[in-house]
């Protein structure tokens, strides 16, 4: 504490940047003044480079010194080119309340060069066509891991070269023997591979590798922090400044030790400033297929997932996964949709009357609860199927509608209420409300007290189209 | 699927607790952090300071000497100091299940809590107690889902005969008897009815239970004193104690009975401490469980799991209203529509979809510290045992055999 080191950016205050800013409020920035652009850089809200002043030369001094300021805790890595580059680390901080986590866990899916070339192909384009919708995100799949199973570095090349051709996903190239590596690298030069793995016995080959292709590169050494931290070490020393740390994932009993060594590191980083700590970190799930043995695939899956879910949560920036079937890959993935989203987000959306599509008099009229994910879901709902409708979002402290009916967050005096704040009445002719089926204990008090007639709808949103259909007639 | 059942954020550490250069020296040398005299304002606590804080006076890494130009030749060592931690507080230990010798008859007891580290972070120091798992029982027909449905329609609508499954076929620590029919809006059973419900629970099986309510203030409180005074010594968790209750004479027949409290709000530690401090004026700590709240994976688990995350770093740091064991209703889980909607092919079997829904639930909050787990699925409870299990084994990881991983060829 003596020295202050690149920890948490709570510790920074605005008054730490504006002293190292040119002052001069020149607006070029987007900002009325240095001082609301010095808040911004504190919230991470926007880049030092967006003031053109700073960028001069005579304020290299002040630039370099807020970079220094800024610089995360972990240090950002980037893999692959173009559109689809990865970035991997850059975490601010431990824990999720201290402030927004950065760059979601990369995901990738291996193939192998053994694999028959339409398989490879298949699994590729699998995980690049991987997408699912949720509440107005995109989830999808990051990179391609191609392992090297054959020790034959001709069909290496040929694996990485073909999937090289099929998909702009960064790749990692998989093998502790440098002579086969470099065959990997040289079938894609300059896509910035990820190049797994530099350890106590290859280190100097992998690291000559890593700067002549000048690619970033994972430090393993199974369970044994002291020995990760020295190759990390020798290889900065090396000249080599992109790493990833991987400390090695273990099945069964080897969790305790797997999520203690990412602990550890992530807390060393955020907490201790240590710079050889502070790299992001490699999970590798797939550990879950080498004792499969007569295990039912669907089982090995479903070890997979967790892990992958656990390594999420503690503090993974990039997974290695076999299984790709959809169903043990979307908790993951939405996971870690939940997991980077801002903390500081409230929970609950605004009350009151929402318009879908171009409602008239005949229009049906729904409600649902102000949680925010419950809102969204309606919403998104009564979206994509282009319904015309009025929504009434009611106060419920943002609890959802089976929580809210049974903590007496959503009561029918609250619905009667919204009914008549929501200025509906001039809206439609009829005086009919489609109430969700979770609240359908409340139908009969919501009658009593607001005199409108309930439709008991349907449970889940996603059916309402269908009832619509059946059972909607103004 | 029979397979699968194989404080003010700004504060710095200098204002929020006095560490003397000296102390800051000599921690320096051992790593560890002794917090005596540790006090702080928790009148607004947002998290004061976090744990590992005194990390930041970790020795630096120093290059050895060996090389100062060009590239090494051969590996520099350096060590890695395990980051270790001490927390000025302990979460309190609640003991559920009353035995014959407490004046129940319960074949055992379960104590949750007493954590001095945040959750698994062996490291440190082991986990004084493993998580519980307790099964939902409901009294009447209720919606489930069909991956659900599957394992238990044999038992539907007879509490015991549930009881009994959950326990023998699928391993619960705890059963939790969902008293939905009392609901006014429902059946309207009377407490008399409850009791009977319950009584009928207690004969088939030995475990500790849960005692959950319909979600009605005056009701709940009605039946629960019915329970509570039927059954003295029990030790159920009353699930639960919530804001808009006669929270006095609820806690009162809790204590007078022997039993614990499940103090319950909506996902806000505020309303927590708030309702704790109401239960203190006739509970003793060690009868209070908190339930936080619990949304889905998808639906708000984000929040849930911050929420829990911060309540527990908060009680080992000195928040004592905080200081409590967890407990979930990770059966919220089902409520995400992912969880139990057939969906297009690409993402089936929702028998294997939905389970994964819970146990990804369950896992995130085991992280953030979860004592006490409410669930549903036996392929979940599974999961939960086995993960919980391996991270209290205190085994090393075989990490040879899992080194290989590159060249297997699944």
Redesign the interface.
């Known amino acids: 504490m003596s020295e202050k080191k690149k920890a948490g950016l709570k510790e920074l205050s605005p008054i730490d940047i504006y002293k190292l800013l040119p002052k001069i409020n020149c607006k070029e920035c987007g900002q009325d003044n240095c001082m609301a652009f010095a808040t911004k850089i504190v919230n991470r809200e926007i880049n030092i480079d967006t003031c053109p002043p700073l960028l001069k030369k005579e304020n290299e001094k002040a630039y370099a010194k807020l970079k220094d300021l800024l610089k995360p805790a972990v240090k950002e890595v980037i893999v692959g080119v173009g559109d689809r580059a990865k970035k991997l680390g850059g975490k601010l901080v431990m824990y999720r309340h201290e402030f927004t986590y950065t760059n979601p866990t990369a995901m990738a899916i291996d193939v192998t060069d053994e694999m028959p070339a339409q398989e490879v192909v298949t699994r590729v384009q699998h995980a690049e066509n991987f997408s699912f919708e949720y509440i107005g995100n995109t989830l999808r799949l990051d990179m391609i891991a191609v392992r090297c199973t054959s020790e034959d570095a001709d069909k290496f090349k040929a694996c990485v070269k073909k999937v090289s051709e099929i998909t702009t996903l960064p790749m990692i190239l998989c093998t502790l023997n440098p002579a086969i590596a470099e065959a990997g690298l040289m079938a894609a030069p300059k896509s910035r591979p990820l190049l797994y793995a530099a350890n106590t016995s290859n280190w100097k080959d992998m690291a000559e590798l890593a700067l002549m292709y000048s690619c970033p590169i994972v430090a393993s050494a199974p369970n044994d922090l002291t020995t990760l931290v020295s190759i990390a070490k020798t290889l900065m020393a090396y000249g080599v400044t992109d790493i990833v740390l991987d400390p090695g994932t273990f099945m069964n009993e080897g969790l305790g030790d797997t999520l203690n060594n990412f602990t550890m590191l992530r807390r060393a980083a955020t907490k201790g400033g240590e710079e050889l700590a502070g790299l992001p970190l490699m999970g590798v799930p797939m550990v879950a297929w080498v004792d499969k043995g007569d295990t039912a695939d669907d089982l090995v899956k479903w070890r997979e997932a967790y892990i992958a879910s656990m390594l999420v949560v503690r503090y993974a920036d990039v997974l290695v996964m076999h299984g790709d079937s959809g169903w043990s890959l979307l908790p993951t993935t939405v996971l870690r949709q939940n997991i980077y989203t801002d903390p500081r987000k409230p929970v609950a959306v605004a009350p009151g009357l929402k318009v879908f599509g171009t409602p008239d008099e005949n229009s049906p009229v729904f409600f649902t609860s102000n949680f925010a994910l419950t809102y969204y879901t309606v919403a998104s709902d009564l979206d994509t199927n282009k319904l015309n409708a009025y929504l009434i979002v009611v106060e419920t402290e943002g609890s959802a509608i089976d929580s809210g009916v049974a903590g007496r967050k959503l009561t029918a005096e609250r619905v009667a209420d919204a009914i008549k704040q929501s200025g509906i009445e001039s809206k439609v002719k009829h005086r009919k409300i489609i109430i969700p089926g979770k609240a359908s204990r409340i139908s009969g008090e919501i009658e009593e007290l607001s005199g409108w007639k309930v439709q008991v709808g349907p449970r889940d949103s996603s059916e309402i189209p269908k009832y619509l259909i059946e059972k909607w007639q103004p | 699927m029979s ?2 059942l194989q404080g003010d ?2 504060k ?3 204002e929020g607790l006095k ?1 003397s ?1 000296d102390l ?1 020296e000599a921690l320096a040398k051992f790593q560890q952090i002794e917090l005596q005299d540790f006090e702080m304002d928790v009148k607004d606590l947002e ?1 004061i300071f ?9 020795p630096k ?1 120093k ?1 050895p000497a060996a ?1 100062t130009g060009g ?3 051969s ?9 270790v931690e001490t927390y000025p507080n302990k979460i309190t230990e609640v003991k559920l299940g009353g035995t014959k010798s407490d004046g129940g008859t319960r074949g055992r007891t379960l104590t949750i809590g007493g954590e001095v580290s945040p959750a ?4 440190e120091r082991p986990m004084p107690h493993k998580p519980v798992i307790t099964l939902d029982v409901f009294d009447m027909e209720v ?1 489930l889902s069909k991956a659900v449905k599957m394992h238990v329609k044999e038992v539907v609508g007879d509490p015991a005969a549930w009881a009994k499954l959950a326990v023998e076929k699928f391993d619960a620590d705890m059963v939790t008897v969902h008293l939905i029919s009392i ?1 006014p ?2 059946k309207d059973a009377t407490p008399k009815e409850a009791v009977k419900t319950v009584e009928k629970v207690l004969q088939a099986v030995d475990v500790p239970l849960v005692i959950g309510g ?4 005056v009701k709940d409180a009605d039946v629960f004193q019915a329970i509570c005074e039927a059954f003295p010594n029990e030790r159920f968790l009353i699930s639960s104690i ?1 804001r ?1 209750m006669d929270v006095e004479r609820c806690a009162k027949y809790v204590k007078k009975n022997g039993h614990a409290a499940l103090s ?1 709000t ?2 806000d530690l505020n309303l927590a401490r708030e309702l704790n401090r109401r239960l203190y004026d006739f509970l003793d700590r060690e009868d209070i469980v908190m339930d936080l ?1 619990t ?1 889905a ?7 849930a ?2 929420n829990m ?2 309540a527990r ?1 908060g009680g080992l740091m000195g928040d004592m209203e905080l200081a409590h064991p967890m407990s979930s209703g990770t059966t ?1 889980a089902w ?1 995400a ?2 969880a139990w ?1 057939k969906m297009s092919a ?5 028998e ?2 939905g389970p ?2 819970e ?2 639930t369950a ?2 909050l085991l ?1 953030a510290g979860v004592d006490l787990f409410m669930m549903m699925h036996p392929a979940a409870v599974k ?1 939960l045992k086995d ?1 919980t299990n ?21």
Do not use: H
């Open positions: 397979q699968l954020d700004k710095k550490t200098d560490l250069d800051l998290i976090e744990p590992g804080m005194a990390g930041q006076i970790m890494l290059l090389i590239k090494p030749t590996m520099l060592q350096v060590p890695f100091i395990p980051p698994f972070y062996t490291f919606p609901d809006l429902l319909c979600g009605d203030p919530t808009d319950f909506p996902m709240t949304a994976l998808g639906y708000g688990l984000d929040y799991f911050t995350e911060r770093i919220n409520a529509r992912e909607l690409e993402w089936e079997p929702r294997l979809r994964l829904w146990v990804t896992l995130t992280l999961t993960v391996y991270l209290t084994s205190g085994k090393k990881a075989e990490s040879s055999k899992y080194a290989n991983w590159v060249t297997v060829k699944a």
